[in-house]
């Protein structure tokens, strides 16, 4: 089977789905030389009219590519640094995302915001580390977070065809990986999967934290058999799948690289408390509340969520109940 | 092809005109909820814009933006059962006052959010223009838009990518209660100029002026130019927002009011017309805001269960929000 790294998964899903589509156009600052790595190549095979490389204007481009889906493009739009979001978030959120209700249906706006390298690089500080997930999925826009290199092209696939906005967040801590994958094929939005079956606590963990759950899991095997779910898209949310796997195990805890208040971790809980009579209190680990990350890496990695503390949060709920 | 018959731009600057009369008629009889704001005494701007542009060019409006889809070609009754909040309304009862579009005659929209669109229209002109064709835009923003950082953006992408888009500036004056000397430093013009854009100054109360020096730029961009500005001289005659009729705000000298009011783009585009012909057209547009004001308030209110139809054009439902 080929190895695939996930940031060529990137690359070939954006590849497959330009050359399957002439709606399919990509902008974005830098892209025209891959500085993320992921564009890589794109320009000489589809020319400048469907590769944009844009100025540093992020606000006119993310409405620009707003009215282009508007007049029937597909854009992808590519953003370096995570914490550019938030200077497009009244971009995203008033107008691509609010366009086909306040029209009354007149228009979709099929816009994918894909941020190759969300979270921490490592050094790179409080402006460049954030994980802003959870803001997209309280707005309503849908958000995708894939863990493994298939999964990166399979949600960017479905992304890309997808009739409203997606926001595609590649995990820093997971563009470096490489699977052995023999089929690549797209993966549906808003369906979650069982990546390690168990009996005693399910562990949803968000992105790149999967792989954490399941090295943990792996840790606690002779303590407890440990299911890890992982939803890959947080809005729409597979609220069926995770609360078939929480009726089994009757044990919950979630590991989100989000701030803690109002983050995608209270959302989860919330919900499968309202649908699931567990057997202890469910449990969170996520960045703090607030969270800013400092630089010096003892302090970026401190207010991550870390694998000791997933694993004291199963115990403790193993303990409860 | 271009509209530069006389009747025909007087009959929408008048269309527009009572329009916005009949609507604040509806607002103070509480059939438009939230009130709206008055595009009075700036119809000369969307009139001669519009009587420019052809029919599948593109156009985005403002919040203060019957005035723009009207004069692209969209249907009075269904833009005023809109303003009622009805299902026969152009967006269903789903958009209002700050949102009408019709799709269907370019119009992508009036947009709520100052300074929004620019960017947004220069997107779907490339996207139509990529696609082929010789299409243009209009987007329409008032003097307050030009100190907003994202339309300056839009400057610069539609420029530096030769997007031929009209940028239409209504400098009525005011940004709500802000003059523009206490709000914008240089120029409106001189900002078109950092951008290596053609800027040209007009009287936006003569509809005729404003078709001309439009017709003009859009001749230049259909074959071939880059954007261009246009800086529409006007007057609001009436509130920013009709909740002033019923809370005074003391921002406007009687005086400047008075002398704004006095140049009047129905009168100025009237007087061109022979008496009898200006009363013909007078009469029908009378009848049309007449059958207007029947149609939308005989339109059915939306079902509140359907509150979020159109929220995901992919067919996903969001989850209801009660426990």
Same mark, same amino acid.
């Given at each position: 089977?080929?190895?695939?790294?996930?940031?060529?998964?990137?690359?070939?899903?954006?590849? #497959?789905?330009?050359?399957?589509?002439?709606?399919?156009?990509?902008?974005?600052?830098?892209?025209?030389?891959?500085?993320?790595?992921?564009?890589?190549?794109?320009?000489?095979?589809?020319?400048?009219?469907?590769?944009?490389?844009?100025?540093?204007?992020?606000?006119?481009?993310?409405? %620009?590519?707003?009215?282009?889906?508007?007049?029937?493009?597909?854009?992808?739009?590519?953003?370096?640094?995570?914490?550019?979001? %938030?200077?497009?978030?009244?971009?995203?959120?008033? *107008?691509?995302?609010?366009?086909?209700?306040?029209?009354?249906?007149?228009?979709?706006?099929?816009?994918?915001?894909?941020?190759?390298?969300?979270?921490?690089?490592?050094?790179?500080?409080?402006?460049?580390?954030?994980? &802003?997930?959870?803001?997209?999925?309280?707005?309503?826009?849908?958000?995708?977070?894939?863990?493994?290199?298939? #999964?990166?092209?399979?949600?960017?696939?479905?992304?890309?065809?997808?009739?409203?906005?997606?926001?595609?967040?590649?995990?820093?801590?997971?563009?470096?990986?490489?699977?052995?994958?023999?089929?690549?094929?797209?993966?549906?939005?808003?369906?979650?999967?069982?990546?390690?079956?168990?009996?005693?606590?399910?562990?949803?963990?968000?992105?790149?934290?999967?792989?954490?759950?399941?090295?943990?899991?792996?840790?606690?095997?002779?303590?407890?058999?440990?299911?890890? %779910?992982?939803?890959?898209?947080?809005?729409?949310?597979?609220?069926?799948?995770?609360?078939?796997?929480?009726?089994?195990?009757?044990?919950?805890?979630?590991?989100?690289?989000?701030?803690?208040?109002?983050?995608?971790?209270?959302?989860?809980?919330?919900?499968?408390?309202?649908?699931?009579?567990?057997?202890? &209190?469910?449990?969170?680990?996520?960045?703090?509340?607030?969270?800013?990350?400092?630089?010096?890496?003892?302090?970026?990695?401190?207010?991550? &969520?870390?694998?000791?503390?997933?694993?004291?949060?199963?115990?403790?709920?193993?303990?409860?109940? | 092809?271009?509209?530069? #018959?006389?009747?025909?731009?007087?009959?929408?600057?008048?269309?527009?005109?009572?329009?916005?009369?009949?609507?604040?008629?509806?607002?103070?009889?509480?059939?438009?909820?939230?009130?709206?704001?008055?595009?009075?005494?700036?119809?000369?701007?969307?009139?001669?814009?519009?009587?420019?542009?052809?029919?599948?060019?593109?156009?985005?409006?403002?919040?203060?933006? *019957?005035?723009?889809?009207?004069?692209?070609?969209?249907?009075?009754?269904?833009?005023?059962?809109?303003?009622?909040?009805?299902?026969?309304?152009?967006?269903?009862?789903?958009?209002?006052?700050?949102?009408?579009?019709?799709?269907?005659?370019?119009?992508?929209?009036?947009?709520?959010?100052?300074?929004?669109?620019?960017?947004?229209?220069?997107?779907?002109?490339?996207?139509?223009?990529?696609?082929?064709?010789?299409?243009?835009?209009?987007?329409?923003?008032?003097?307050?838009?030009?100190?907003?950082?994202?339309?300056?953006?839009?400057?610069?992408?539609?420029?530096?990518?030769?997007?031929?888009?009209?940028?239409?500036?209504?400098?009525?004056?005011?940004?709500?209660?802000?003059?523009?000397?206490?709000?914008?430093?240089?120029?409106?013009?001189?900002?078109?100029?950092?951008?290596?854009?053609?800027?040209?100054?007009?009287?936006?109360?003569?509809?005729?002026?404003?078709?001309?020096?439009?017709?003009?730029?859009?001749?230049?961009?259909?074959?071939?130019?880059?954007?261009?500005?246009?800086?529409?001289?006007?007057?609001?005659?009436?509130? *920013?927002?009709?909740?002033?009729?019923?809370?005074?705000?003391?921002?406007?000298?009687?005086?400047?009011? @008075?002398?704004?009011?006095?140049? #009047?783009?129905?009168?100025?585009?009237?007087?061109?017309? &022979?008496?009898?012909?200006?009363?013909?057209?007078?009469? @029908?547009?009378?009848?049309?805001?007449?059958?207007?004001?029947? %149609?939308?308030?005989?339109?059915?209110?939306?079902?509140?269960?359907?509150?979020?139809?159109?929220?995901?054009?992919?067919?996903?439902?969001?989850?209801?929000g009660g426990g």
């Amino acid at each position: 089977m080929p190895r695939l790294s996930y940031r060529r998964a990137l690359t070939r899903a954006l590849a #497959d789905e330009m050359t399957r589509d002439e709606s399919v156009v990509v902008l974005g600052e830098d892209i025209r030389v891959a500085a993320a790595n992921v564009t890589t190549g794109l320009l000489k095979r589809f020319g400048p009219d469907r590769v944009r490389d844009t100025p540093l204007s992020e606000q006119a481009f993310t409405s %620009f590519a707003t009215g282009a889906a508007l007049a029937g493009a597909r854009p992808v739009v590519e953003f370096q640094i995570p914490s550019l979001l %938030f200077l497009v978030f009244e971009q995203i959120v008033n *107008h691509a995302h609010k366009f086909p209700l306040m029209t009354g249906g007149q228009c979709a706006v099929p816009v994918t915001y894909l941020v190759p390298g969300s979270g921490s690089r490592t050094g790179w500080a409080g402006q460049h580390s954030d994980h &802003p997930y959870a803001l997209f999925a309280h707005v309503g826009v849908t958000t995708v977070v894939p863990a493994t290199p298939a #999964d990166a092209y399979g949600l960017l696939v479905s992304a890309i065809r997808c009739d409203d906005p997606v926001v595609v967040f590649a995990p820093a801590g997971a563009l470096d990986l490489r699977a052995d994958v023999s089929d690549l094929t797209p993966v549906p939005l808003g369906r979650g999967v069982v990546r390690r079956p168990g009996d005693d606590v399910t562990v949803v963990a968000v992105g790149h934290l999967v792989h954490d759950a399941l090295a943990v899991a792996d840790e606690l095997a002779d303590q407890a058999s440990v299911e890890v %779910f992982d939803p890959r898209t947080l809005y729409p949310f597979d609220w069926d799948g995770l609360v078939e796997s929480v009726g089994r195990t009757g044990r919950l805890v979630v590991v989100d690289d989000g701030n803690r208040s109002c983050g995608i971790a209270g959302e989860i809980v919330a919900t499968v408390v309202e649908r699931v009579r567990l057997a202890a &209190p469910p449990r969170r680990v996520t960045r703090p509340d607030g969270a800013v990350l400092p630089f010096a890496p003892a302090l970026d990695r401190a207010v991550q &969520p870390g694998r000791d503390q997933l694993a004291a949060a199963i115990q403790l709920t193993l303990k409860d109940g | 092809m271009t509209d530069s #018959d006389p009747v025909r731009l007087y009959r929408t600057v008048r269309l527009i005109r009572r329009f916005e009369e009949r609507a604040i008629e509806l607002v103070d009889a509480g059939e438009i909820v939230g009130g709206i704001h008055p595009y009075l005494g700036q119809e000369g701007v969307a009139a001669g814009v519009c009587a420019a542009l052809a029919a599948d060019d593109l156009v985005t409006g403002t919040h203060r933006g *019957h005035g723009h889809v009207l004069a692209k070609g969209a249907d009075p009754a269904r833009m005023l059962a809109e303003l009622c909040g009805r299902v026969t309304g152009l967006n269903r009862g789903r958009g209002g006052s700050m949102h009408a579009a019709d799709f269907g005659v370019g119009v992508l929209g009036a947009n709520a959010i100052v300074g929004a669109a620019g960017a947004i229209l220069t997107g779907a002109v490339w996207e139509r223009r990529r696609r082929g064709g010789d299409i243009v835009g209009a987007t329409f923003f008032g003097d307050g838009a030009v100190n907003e950082g994202m339309l300056l953006e839009a400057f610069n992408l539609a420029a530096l990518w030769r997007v031929p888009v009209l940028f239409v500036c209504e400098n009525n004056g005011w940004a709500t209660t802000m003059p523009v000397a206490g709000a914008v430093a240089g120029t409106v013009a001189g900002r078109a100029a950092a951008f290596g854009m053609p800027a040209a100054a007009v009287d936006g109360q003569d509809p005729e002026a404003v078709r001309e020096v439009t017709a003009a730029a859009v001749a230049r961009m259909r074959a071939g130019g880059g954007p261009e500005l246009i800086e529409a001289h006007t007057y609001r005659f009436d509130a *920013h927002h009709t909740f002033e009729h019923r809370v005074r705000l003391d921002y406007r000298p009687p005086q400047e009011v @008075a002398a704004g009011r006095s140049r #009047d783009p129905v009168d100025i585009q009237g007087a061109r017309l &022979p008496p009898a012909v200006r009363a013909e057209v007078d009469a @029908a547009v009378e009848a049309v805001l007449a059958a207007a004001v029947d %149609f939308a308030l005989a339109g059915p209110h939306p079902d509140p269960a359907t509150a979020l139809d159109h929220l995901y054009a992919s067919g996903l439902t969001a989850r209801t929000g009660g426990g």
